[in-house]
């Protein structure tokens, strides 16, 4: 997850990165630091982000200015709004912003505007796999689980099984840390789809059981619970 964080107040950047990196819990977590709407839109220039943090209130180019030039550039990314001034907030509702939040932020309420993303991130993402010659793309949250045999690797979702030639290490850098966990040297699952938990097995919600590391095992318990609680 790669967020763009974008306040000039290193007081309210700090408090907002560290219930941010609390979130994920570093997984897969990249947080860049900007200070002016100026140099984050300089930094999109050779960067793209999954999610965008931004205060309104800022010297030079404000938040919502920063906002509208990147809806202009054609850019979708997710961004949430901060603001001392609830007034700008239907401002902000206008150049598509995803949520509104106000300073200081409060825990409760960031998590949940990143719930909501995360869970919009994974119904929009997907895979390119090959398939007997053909590309077919594939929702990353329909994906189950997925299991190396030699060079192939079986990747089931809910409707069917593909078989691919790859790597299973190549697999994984494609898929969302977050939700897809390596659990055993061939396998790896999707903490969506998971129904139970042993210290060696997983078992999914089509009843599959699959072979897992105690320590993995360990693992895929803490995203579990972390999901639980809502992150």
């Known amino acids: ?109 960031l998590y949940d505007a990143l719930d909501s993303i995360i869970q919009k991130l994974g119904d929009e993402k997907k895979v390119m796999l090959r398939v007997d010659g053909e590309d077919i793309l594939v929702k990353v949250n329909d994906i189950m689980y997925i299991s190396a045999s030699n060079v192939y690797l079986d990747v089931v979702t809910k409707d069917r099984t593909f078989l691919i030639r790859k790597k299973l290490k190549d697999m994984l850098s494609e898929l969302p840390g977050d939700i897809f966990l390596q659990v055993h040297r061939s396998n790896i699952v999707n903490v969506n789809h998971v129904k139970s938990i042993t210290n060696a097995e997983v078992v999914m919600q089509n009843g599959k059981k699959i072979s897992a590391t105690k320590q993995k095992a360990a693992d895929l318990k803490m995203l579990l619970m972390k999901g639980m609680r809502g992150r």
């Open 1 to 109: 997850m790669r967020v763009a964080l974008c306040d000039d107040s290193n007081i309210f950047r700090n408090d907002v990165k560290n219930k941010v990196e609390a979130y994920f819990n570093s997984l897969d977590l990249m947080i860049y630091e900007y200070e002016s709407g100026e140099s984050l839109l300089k930094a999109l220039q050779i960067l793209s982000f999954d999610l965008l943090i931004l205060d309104i209130e800022m010297g030079g180019i404000d938040g919502l200015e920063t906002a509208k030039r990147i809806r202009e550039s054609g850019s979708d990314m997710p961004i949430i709004l901060l603001t001392s001034h609830t007034e700008f907030a239907m401002d902000g509702y206008e150049l598509g912003v995803y949520r509104f939040l106000s300073k200081p932020v409060q825990e409760g309420k």
